[in-house]
């Protein structure tokens, strides 16, 4: 190294070396050592930095710096420090040689030196970034990666003139490292997700890093700070920084916006150019400030998508998806804001869409997405909210609580989102979200299990649902949500796969003791109108139905089956009115739509069931173009496709859902009816079945479903119908 030659030759400053005479150090790194110096032939004042061996461990690795060091040496640049000379020396220590770039000297400081000082100012930040990114597009253009771009590499000179330094470490596209030790190059906070791992990198990579050095400049922090480079490394490749907007309240909307575009994990997805960055920048004046994240004129409404579970512990993940399905209940209470069900989210939970086409396909404004850690007894959640339009995060908090306080931290994220729309609260709204749904911690332990094990369609997780209700009750006998949740495990095992008359009988207990217990709970009232509507007692099931949309005006699921029980009844115009404000309240869904359809072929208005049916497929194949595994829609997919002459989509549809589960009553049931439209009596006879073989036992709805109606002259469709109960 350049100071044990130094110390060889004296160890004295004002040594020369080459035909550098040495003034004094200006720092050291990773990347080597910088001195001041003397050009002695050119009476000039240039900055060496001498490089660490492993750069250059053998002939074929300095051949390849020393290519592409004279390519960066070809960059001529205002904002690009130039390079003057490669060199080499002696190195006393090693009797090797030891190389060093001679480079252009600026007086000045780094923007790292100015950041510490606290986020940039706007008119400041603009002019130093325009300069960066007009640099970084030269080099670009010249397919030139500098792949180390941080805020220490950028110098600011006393005259305000902004320099990239150590171009003569770069490299041509298409290569990851400049030696063949392994070490990827660059400085690790900086760098791109497919930098740290070690993937080839291209200009995209270099975009990244100067999204870092913006988030840096407008905030003053670093944007993944992790205790050690493991962490680091971690939070790169999978979590989203804090927004700017939340850790500096005067933002600029646009500034952001570019952070937010440059910091994409994909590449394919950052901005395309350094020349498109340096658009956009000098499009940004100092005045455009945005006073509020979100605009007045919005409509309120909000997907709350599955936290991800960031545990060790994977069993940890029904108490990750409880959380989310809690907060989910808690935003609902609220009457200006429109929260998707979690039945709507589900099928979103572990997949790799993007916010946007995510709030496209349910229709709503904002998405709320997060993470969760549980260590020990201890919880951590990060949230933010998304603004779907823009990509804008408008809202994001962390919080650390002790396991015994969940409940407080449920409600106080809740309450956090309810103050960054803004929303002003009603007593009993506030009321509401301070309520805690038990006091009991294992009993809502138990709870959460039985939450998480109700999201799967099969008789076995059917069966551990019920399970963990009951555990939760056994703890906690007055825990109402629990016992709603058990009468409507109840209801729904009877409905799909299993047709015994004593479930029947224990959904109307669990949900009579839910009312009991609480009966301002909607959902109560809706899991007694449920458990009644199975037992053919209609009028109850109605009053219940009622009862729980006057106490939530926006409950889908009690309008979907009080259409149902009106349908079965034949108040074909009652059943059309709830189908429809079920629309309302999820635009985004093909089963509303699917059941006005059916109502509608059943009236004889031929001519709206034809417009439903075109708007019904066009809901499940978007759906399905999102989600191809969402097995739900899926299911009902066949009708949908044959309505709009899709026969051979039809037909994958089928093989599909029976590859996914061939033993599913619902599932079987759908297939029935699809093959029954085809007017192929024997296969929708065979499923039709089958599906009775997994219990589905729905004789009302086979009686009257229109889908079935080519079958009804069979004496063996009639005999199953008789033996359904």
Same mark, same amino acid.
């Given at each position: 190294m350049l100071s044990m030659i130094l110390q060889k030759n004296g160890g004295q400053v004002g040594q020369t070396i080459s035909h550098y005479k040495v003034l004094e150090k200006l720092g050291e790194g990773g990347m080597g050592i910088v001195y001041k110096a003397e050009d002695t032939k050119l009476k000039r004042t240039v900055a060496l930095k001498f490089l660490p061996h492993h750069l250059l461990a053998n002939e074929e690795d300095k051949t390849r710096f020393l290519h592409e060091a004279q390519a960066a040496s070809s960059l001529s640049h205002p904002n690009i420090m130039t390079i003057h000379e490669i060199d080499e020396v002696e190195d006393p220590d090693t009797a090797g040689r030891q190389?060093?770039?001679?480079?252009?000297?600026?007086?000045?400081?780094?923007?790292?030196?100015?950041?510490?000082?606290? !986020?940039?100012?706007?008119?400041?930040?603009?002019?130093? $970034?325009?300069?960066? #990114?007009?640099?970084?597009? $030269?080099?670009?253009?010249?397919?030139?990666?500098?792949?180390?771009?941080?805020?220490?590499?950028?110098?600011?000179?006393?005259?305000?003139?902004?320099? =990239?330094?150590?171009?003569?470490?770069?490299? +041509?596209?298409?290569?990851?490292? =400049?030696?063949?030790?392994?070490?990827?190059?660059?400085?690790?906070?900086?760098?791109?997700?497919?930098?740290?791992?070690?993937?080839?990198?291209?200009?995209?990579?270099?975009?990244?890093?100067?999204?870092?050095?913006?988030?840096?400049?407008?905030?003053?922090?670093?944007?993944?700070?992790?205790?050690?480079? #493991?962490?680091?490394?971690?939070?790169?490749?999978?979590? %989203?920084? +804090? !927004?700017?907007e939340v850790l500096r309240q005067d933002r600029l909307k646009e500034l952001a916006s570019i952070v937010h575009h440059l910091l994409t994990k994909e590449p394919s997805e950052r901005l395309g150019s350094a020349q498109e960055l340096v658009t956009k920048l000098n499009k940004i004046t100092p005045? $455009?400030?945005?006073?509020?994240?979100?605009?007045?004129?919005?409509?309120?409404?909000?997907?709350?998508?599955?936290?991800?579970?960031?545990?060790? %512990?994977?069993?940890?993940?029904?108490?990750?998806?409880?959380?989310?399905?809690?907060? =989910?209940?808690?935003?609902?209470?609220?009457?200006?804001?429109?929260?998707?069900?979690?039945?709507?989210?589900? !099928?979103?939970?572990?997949?790799?869409?993007?916010? +946007?086409?995510?709030?496209? #396909?349910?229709?709503?404004?904002?998405?709320?997405?997060?993470?969760?850690?549980?260590?020990?007894?201890?919880? +951590? =959640?990060?949230?933010?909210?998304?603004?779907?339009?823009?990509?804008?995060?408008?809202?994001?908090?962390?919080?650390?609580r002790k396991l015994e306080n969940i409940f407080d931290l449920q409600s106080e994220v809740s309450q956090k989102i309810v103050e960054a729309f803004p929303i002003t609260l009603s007593t009993s709204e506030r009321e509401a979200l301070e309520k805690r749904p038990t006091e009991n911690l294992e009993a809502y332990d138990y709870y959460l299990r039985g939450k998480e094990f109700s999201l799967r369609r099969s008789r076995r997780d059917n069966q551990y649902t019920i399970d963990m209700f009951k555990k939760a009750l056994t703890i906690d006998p007055d825990f109402s949500l629990a016992y709603t949740g058990l009468a409507e495990a109840y209801a729904y095992r009877y409905l799909w796969w299993d047709s015994d008359s004593s479930l029947a009988n224990k959904a109307i207990e669990a949900s009579q003791k839910a009312v009991q217990l609480n009966p301002a709970l909607p959902e109560a009232h809706f899991a007694l109108g449920l458990a009644s509507q199975i037992e053919n007692h209609f009028d109850e099931a109605k009053r219940e139905y009622h009862t729980a949309i006057a106490l939530k005006s926006d409950f889908y699921d009690a309008y979907r089956w009080l259409g149902h029980a009106y349908d079965i009844l034949g108040n074909l115009n009652e059943a059309e009115e709830c189908y429809r404000k079920a629309i309302k309240i999820k635009p985004y869904s093909e089963e509303p739509v699917m059941f006005l359809e059916m109502n509608r072929r059943k009236a004889g208005d031929l001519e709206e069931s034809k417009r439903l049916q075109q708007e019904l497929g066009e809901l499940i194949k978007r759906k399905l173009d999102l989600n191809p595994d969402d097995t739900i829609t899926l299911s009902r997919a066949p009708s949908a496709y044959l309505n709009l002459g899709m026969k051979e989509e039809v037909l994958k549809a089928i093989k599909r859902i029976l590859e996914i589960d061939p033993n599913d009553g619902l599932f079987l049931f759908n297939i029935a009816c699809a093959y029954a439209k085809m007017g192929d009596k024997k296969r929708g006879l065979r499923y039709l079945k089958r599906a009775f073989k997994s219990g589905w036992r729905v004789r009302e709805w086979a009686q009257s479903d229109p889908d079935l109606d080519t079958l009804r002259e069979e004496e063996e469709f009639q005999s199953l119908v008789e033996q359904m109960h």
């Amino acid at each position: 190294m350049l100071s044990m030659i130094l110390q060889k030759n004296g160890g004295q400053v004002g040594q020369t070396i080459s035909h550098y005479k040495v003034l004094e150090k200006l720092g050291e790194g990773g990347m080597g050592i910088v001195y001041k110096a003397e050009d002695t032939k050119l009476k000039r004042t240039v900055a060496l930095k001498f490089l660490p061996h492993h750069l250059l461990a053998n002939e074929e690795d300095k051949t390849r710096f020393l290519h592409e060091a004279q390519a960066a040496s070809s960059l001529s640049h205002p904002n690009i420090m130039t390079i003057h000379e490669i060199d080499e020396v002696e190195d006393p220590d090693t009797a090797g040689r030891q190389t060093f770039i001679a480079m252009e000297y600026v007086e000045g400081e780094t923007l790292k030196d100015k950041v510490e000082k606290g !986020p940039l100012k706007t008119k400041e930040l603009l002019k130093i $970034a325009i300069a960066v #990114a007009d640099g970084l597009n $030269a080099a670009h253009r010249k397919d030139i990666v500098h792949r180390d771009i941080k805020s220490e590499n950028i110098m600011i000179s006393t005259e305000g003139l902004v320099k =990239i330094m150590d171009f003569g470490l770069a490299r +041509r596209k298409g290569e990851t490292r =400049i030696t063949k030790t392994g070490s990827t190059m660059g400085t690790l906070a900086y760098m791109s997700p497919e930098q740290v791992q070690g993937l080839e990198v291209d200009h995209r990579s270099d975009l990244w890093s100067f999204g870092v050095v913006l988030h840096e400049m407008l905030t003053g922090e670093l944007p993944f700070r992790g205790e050690h480079e #493991a962490a680091v490394i971690y939070e790169i490749v999978n979590q %989203d920084p +804090r !927004p700017v907007e939340v850790l500096r309240q005067d933002r600029l909307k646009e500034l952001a916006s570019i952070v937010h575009h440059l910091l994409t994990k994909e590449p394919s997805e950052r901005l395309g150019s350094a020349q498109e960055l340096v658009t956009k920048l000098n499009k940004i004046t100092p005045q $455009a400030v945005k006073a509020s994240p979100l605009s007045r004129g919005k409509e309120k409404s909000i997907a709350v998508l599955y936290f991800e579970n960031m545990s060790s %512990d994977k069993e940890s993940d029904y108490f990750c998806s409880g959380m989310t399905e809690d907060i =989910i209940t808690d935003l609902s209470k609220i009457k200006m804001l429109k929260v998707v069900s979690r039945t709507d989210v589900l !099928p979103f939970r572990d997949k790799q869409i993007s916010t +946007r086409r995510i709030g496209e #396909a349910l229709n709503v404004n904002y998405i709320l997405e997060g993470s969760m850690r549980k260590a020990g007894e201890r919880i +951590r =959640i990060t949230s933010q909210l998304i603004d779907v339009r823009s990509g804008f995060h408008v809202w994001a908090e962390r919080f650390d609580r002790k396991l015994e306080n969940i409940f407080d931290l449920q409600s106080e994220v809740s309450q956090k989102i309810v103050e960054a729309f803004p929303i002003t609260l009603s007593t009993s709204e506030r009321e509401a979200l301070e309520k805690r749904p038990t006091e009991n911690l294992e009993a809502y332990d138990y709870y959460l299990r039985g939450k998480e094990f109700s999201l799967r369609r099969s008789r076995r997780d059917n069966q551990y649902t019920i399970d963990m209700f009951k555990k939760a009750l056994t703890i906690d006998p007055d825990f109402s949500l629990a016992y709603t949740g058990l009468a409507e495990a109840y209801a729904y095992r009877y409905l799909w796969w299993d047709s015994d008359s004593s479930l029947a009988n224990k959904a109307i207990e669990a949900s009579q003791k839910a009312v009991q217990l609480n009966p301002a709970l909607p959902e109560a009232h809706f899991a007694l109108g449920l458990a009644s509507q199975i037992e053919n007692h209609f009028d109850e099931a109605k009053r219940e139905y009622h009862t729980a949309i006057a106490l939530k005006s926006d409950f889908y699921d009690a309008y979907r089956w009080l259409g149902h029980a009106y349908d079965i009844l034949g108040n074909l115009n009652e059943a059309e009115e709830c189908y429809r404000k079920a629309i309302k309240i999820k635009p985004y869904s093909e089963e509303p739509v699917m059941f006005l359809e059916m109502n509608r072929r059943k009236a004889g208005d031929l001519e709206e069931s034809k417009r439903l049916q075109q708007e019904l497929g066009e809901l499940i194949k978007r759906k399905l173009d999102l989600n191809p595994d969402d097995t739900i829609t899926l299911s009902r997919a066949p009708s949908a496709y044959l309505n709009l002459g899709m026969k051979e989509e039809v037909l994958k549809a089928i093989k599909r859902i029976l590859e996914i589960d061939p033993n599913d009553g619902l599932f079987l049931f759908n297939i029935a009816c699809a093959y029954a439209k085809m007017g192929d009596k024997k296969r929708g006879l065979r499923y039709l079945k089958r599906a009775f073989k997994s219990g589905w036992r729905v004789r009302e709805w086979a009686q009257s479903d229109p889908d079935l109606d080519t079958l009804r002259e069979e004496e063996e469709f009639q005999s199953l119908v008789e033996q359904m109960h």
